[in-house]
Nanobody, 112 residues
């Protein structure tokens, strides 16, 4: 059994920052990558960022480049998403994906 748990979401004003965490527990796996996705109300789930487990290569959606930064902690089976200069359009449920396993999501709301 593999459990993926996100945390760190919340309410923030435009221009603010949040850091999301994703921790994977349970059956030990060899991970290729960990990713963050988001889904706003009425919209499809979209890719946000990816970090490869070997080499730590990072990939970002154009909409978040230069504002969001993904990191990983191999020892903790964790990945993080530092989100800076948040905008109202970043409001969404944020999901972590480790290989084929998804978490339940953490809500991020950006509003004045």
């Amino acid at each position: 059994q593999v459990h993926v748990a996100e945390s760190g979401g919340g309410y923030v004003q435009p221009g603010g920052s949040l850091k999301l965490s994703c921790v994977v527990t349970g059956r030990r796996l060899t991970y290729d990558e960990m990713e963050w996705f988001r889904q706003a109300p009425g919209k499809e789930r979209e890719f946000v960022a990816r970090v490869t487990w070997n080499g730590g290569r990072e990939f970002y959606a154009d909409s978040v480049k230069g504002r969001f930064f993904i990191t990983k902690d191999s020892a903790k089976n964790a990945a993080y998403l530092q989100m800076n200069n948040l905008k109202p359009e970043d409001t969404a449920m944020y999901y972590c994906k480790a290989n084929a396993f998804w978490g339940q999501g953490t809500q991020v709301t950006v509003s004045s």
